[in-house]
């Protein structure tokens, strides 16, 4: 696949994909561009899974570092440039959470959910979205609320969240799912 000539890579005109497109060609400043776009929501994220500012601030930095180098494997019909960096920030963040546990690798695992990049088709990118977002979000039953933050921002299995919350998994599970289709219809009949 032959590459473009290079432009100017701030230009308010590339697309997320087509940045990740010219960093996996060895574009190396396309990374500052997309820095700028999501690296508020990147350290939101990684500050509340892991409570820490500095390690926030080193995570965020890892999840470009591991985008240079992962960027050739970015595929866009498996959601966006967004979804793909929240999800190497989630990964990292609950790795970096699991290393905390003293030696002993804490027991957090991945959520057994369906693959948020994958079905995701809305990113959050204005104050006025994301606090829509956060109103869907507790607006929901409590239960569902609870084991949504649980899932996404902790980083417990539903085993594990049924056990903290004292359900059976099946209902943490439905629960789970219940949440996400609720506010991803939300999202969609805002747009």
């Given at each position: ?67 240079r ?14 979804s ?13 959470v699991?290393?905390r ?26 104050t ?64």
């Open positions: 696949m032959a590459t473009e000539p290079v432009t100017d890579t701030t230009s308010s005109t590339l697309t997320d994909a087509r940045l990740v497109q010219r960093l996996a060609a060895g574009e190396v400043s396309s990374v500052t561009t997309l820095y700028d776009a999501h690296a508020t929501s990147l350290f939101s994220l990684a500050q509340h899974i892991v409570d820490d500012q500095r390690d926030a601030e080193d995570i965020v930095e890892n999840v470009f570092r591991q985008a180098t992962e960027a050739n494997r970015f595929d866009p019909a498996r959601g966006s440039v967004g793909w960096l929240l999800l190497i920030t989630r990964r990292l963040a609950i790795e970096h699991r290393s546990g003293g030696g002993q690798e804490a027991d957090v695992a991945t959520v057994q959910l369906p693959d948020p990049a994958r079905r995701q088709q809305f990113e959050v990118q204005t006025d979205e994301a606090d829509h977002l956060r109103n869907a979000l507790v607006s929901l039953p409590r239960l569902q609320c609870i084991a949504v933050e649980l899932a996404y921002f902790e980083g417990l299995s539903p085993s594990q969240i049924a056990e903290r919350l004292e359900h059976p998994v099946e209902v943490i599970r439905d629960n789970v799912r219940l949440a996400l289709h609720a506010l991803r219809a939300s999202l969609e009949a805002r747009k």
